[in-house]
């Protein structure tokens, strides 16, 4: 049988790192000079790059591009089908609750007419009023006094925020964060030319002097938060903290860009946005909840950025699918989504006890309803080499270097998702897989 190219050129690739012709550190080629040495197209390199970077040879760095992770090993078999795969944040829909018929469901109330309607609806140039009204009544569950004409629905938190960096951050303005960030914000940020600057942080959150002194010196525009479970440290800000936070936003006019897909989950959170709502932009995407075939995200703004935000979600992307819209707002008017959050929050919690179980005495931290967890890493382990025998032991992790702003220091460590496994069994399995790494150091061979 012949293999792809795309396949030949990844065991170049992983031959080249293995020989120590690409050094650890070392910038790899760019995609359009690997095309070129290759003869290849840029397409061909962007699957073989993202391939590397999934086996974790590579690692796309914030701010300096794509660089060499570590020696792999000599060439060999693909990993095997059953790795687990700890990595991705992707949680899976409950089992209990069973996405196909979930969607079944959804379709079939598509096809009995409700498609129609809304595919026929004339000069359609906005988002149904229904469905926005479904969005802010869902938010007001969630102790957040929303007003429909400052709601939106976007194709995915991701767009949401987006589009919030444009509004609220502008190209040149700067956004204090947490010194490791999620991917999809320094995307953004990229995107829109926002400057992220990176704050000291505790168990509380990020430290309010830090960030005066970032607002005095740096002329802040915005703090980004993700105060339930912050994306990849797993901090959860407490209430004092987020009190503080906000009174500086007030003092120092920032925006704050609160965006937070498992709030939710958390019934005891004092969202940012109730502490202060004419300076939060408020995001929740739904495909943690409910699954990531939904993905809509619902955003609630201040007046003074609604008319400007209105502008730019159009300029971006329009609006958000009204078909997938029409289903979010059929399960928050069944109730189905709350059913939907409370079974993911049970699976939380189970996952959350198995791991502070076998990780706790590592240093493992996540809230108690977090669908992901960090666990710092010390001598002799750093997050690469321990992401590199993690899969040799049938684990994968998401290694520090993918989430570190250009810059930063120190927090060595690695994030686990721990809804992505078909099971709770299976997540033990992996979990002791890591324990037994971390009682017994990296093994030779």
């Given at each position: 049988?012949?293999?792809?190219?795309?396949?030949?050129?990844?065991?170049?690739?992983?031959?080249?790192?293995?020989?120590?012709?690409?050094?650890?550190?070392?910038?790899?080629?760019?995609?359009?000079?690997?095309?070129?040495?290759?003869?290849?197209?840029?397409?061909?390199?962007?699957?073989?790059?993202?391939?590397?970077?999934?086996?974790?040879?590579?690692?796309?760095?914030?701010?300096?591009?794509?660089?060499?992770?570590?020696?792999?090993?000599?060439?060999?078999?693909?990993?095997?089908?059953?790795?687990?795969?700890?990595?991705?944040?992707?949680?899976?829909?409950?089992?209990?609750?069973?996405?196909?018929?979930?969607?079944?469901?959804?379709?079939a109330?598509?096809?009995?007419?409700?498609?129609?309607?809304?595919?026929?609806?004339?000069?359609?140039?906005?988002?149904?009023?229904?469905?926005?009204?479904?969005?802010?009544?869902?938010?007001?569950?969630?102790?957040?006094?929303?007003?429909?004409?400052?709601?939106?629905?976007t194709?995915?938190?991701?767009?949401?925020?987006?589009?919030?960096?444009?509004?609220?951050?502008?190209?040149?303005?700067?956004?204090?964060?947490e010194?490791?960030?999620?991917?999809?914000?320094?995307?953004?940020?990229?995107?829109?030319?926002?400057?992220?600057?990176?704050?000291?942080?505790?168990?509380?959150?990020?430290?309010?002097?830090?960030?005066?002194?970032?607002?005095?010196?740096r002329?802040?525009?915005?703090l980004?938060?993700?105060?339930?479970?912050?994306?990849?440290?797993?901090?959860?800000?407490?209430?004092?903290?987020?009190?503080?936070?906000?009174?500086?936003a007030?003092?120092?006019?920032?925006?704050?860009?609160?965006?937070?897909?498992?709030?939710?989950?958390?019934?005891?959170?004092?969202?940012?946005?109730?502490?202060?709502?004419?300076?939060?932009?408020?995001?929740?995407?739904?495909?943690?909840?409910?699954?990531f075939?939904?993905?809509?995200?619902?955003?609630?703004?201040?007046?003074?950025?609604?008319?400007?935000?209105?502008?730019?979600?159009?300029?971006?992307?329009?609006?958000?699918?009204?078909?997938?819209?029409?289903?979010?707002?059929?399960?928050?008017?069944?109730?189905?989504?709350?059913?939907?959050?409370?079974?993911?929050?049970?699976?939380?919690?189970?996952h959350?006890?198995?791991?502070?179980?076998?990780?706790?005495?590592h240093?493992?931290?996540?809230?108690?309803?977090?669908?992901?967890?960090?666990?710092?890493?010390?001598?002799?382990?750093?997050?690469?080499?321990?992401?590199?025998?993690?899969?040799?032991?049938?684990?994968?992790?998401?290694?520090?270097?993918?989430?570190?702003?250009?810059?930063?220091?120190?927090?060595?460590?690695?994030?686990?998702?721990?809804?992505?496994?078909a099971?709770?069994?299976?997540?033990?399995?992996?979990?002791?897989?890591?324990?037994?790494?971390?009682?017994?150091?990296?093994?030779?061979?």
């Open positions: 049988m012949t293999v792809p190219t795309w396949q030949q050129l990844l065991r170049t690739l992983e031959s080249e790192i293995a020989s120590g012709t690409l050094q650890p550190g070392q910038p790899a080629p760019s995609q359009r000079a690997a095309a070129r040495r290759w003869g290849v197209s840029v397409a061909t390199v962007t699957r073989v790059y993202a391939e590397a970077t999934r086996r974790g040879w590579l690692h796309a760095r914030v701010g300096s591009g794509t660089v060499v992770a570590r020696p792999a090993a000599p060439p060999g078999p693909a990993p095997a089908a059953d790795l687990h795969d700890l990595a991705i944040n992707a949680p899976l829909v409950p089992r209990h609750l069973n996405a196909s018929a979930l969607l079944r469901d959804a379709f109330r598509l096809a009995e007419g409700r498609a129609h309607a809304l595919l026929d609806r004339a000069g359609q140039t906005s988002e149904a009023a229904q469905h926005v009204e479904a969005a802010a009544q869902w938010l007001t569950t969630l102790g957040i006094a929303a007003e429909p004409d400052r709601t939106f629905i194709p995915g938190a991701q767009a949401g925020l987006l589009v919030a960096l444009r509004s609220a951050v502008g190209e040149g303005g700067g956004m204090a964060c010194p490791l960030i999620n991917p999809g914000l320094a995307a953004a940020a990229e995107f829109v030319g926002a400057r992220l600057l990176p704050v000291a942080v505790d168990a509380e959150g990020p430290r309010p002097e830090a960030v005066e002194a970032l607002a005095v010196t002329g802040l525009r915005a980004y938060a993700s105060p339930s479970c912050s994306n990849p440290l797993a901090l959860h800000w407490s209430a004092k903290r987020r009190r503080e936070l906000t009174a500086l007030e003092k120092h006019d920032l925006w704050v860009i609160e965006d937070d897909d498992v709030l939710p989950m958390d019934p005891a959170s004092t969202p940012l946005c109730t502490l202060a709502p004419e300076r939060t932009l408020l995001i929740v995407g739904l495909s943690k909840l409910a699954g075939a939904l993905r809509t995200g619902f955003v609630h703004v201040p007046r003074a950025l609604a008319d400007g935000y209105r502008r730019h979600l159009r300029a971006a992307v329009w609006m958000a699918s009204p078909v997938l819209a029409e289903i979010a707002a059929h399960w928050l008017d069944t109730g189905l989504m709350d059913e939907l959050v409370q079974a993911r929050r049970q699976d939380a919690m189970q959350q006890a198995i791991a502070a179980a076998l990780l706790g005495g240093g493992y931290r996540a809230p108690v309803f977090g669908t992901h967890g960090w666990l710092p890493l010390a001598k002799p382990w750093d997050a690469e080499r321990f992401a590199f025998h993690a899969r040799r032991h049938g684990v994968a992790v998401a290694p520090d270097a993918e989430f570190r702003l250009a810059g930063v220091r120190g927090w060595a460590g690695v994030r686990l998702a721990l809804s992505s496994t099971s709770s069994a299976q997540l033990r399995e992996a979990l002791e897989a890591l324990a037994h790494l971390l009682a017994h150091g990296p093994q030779p061979g």
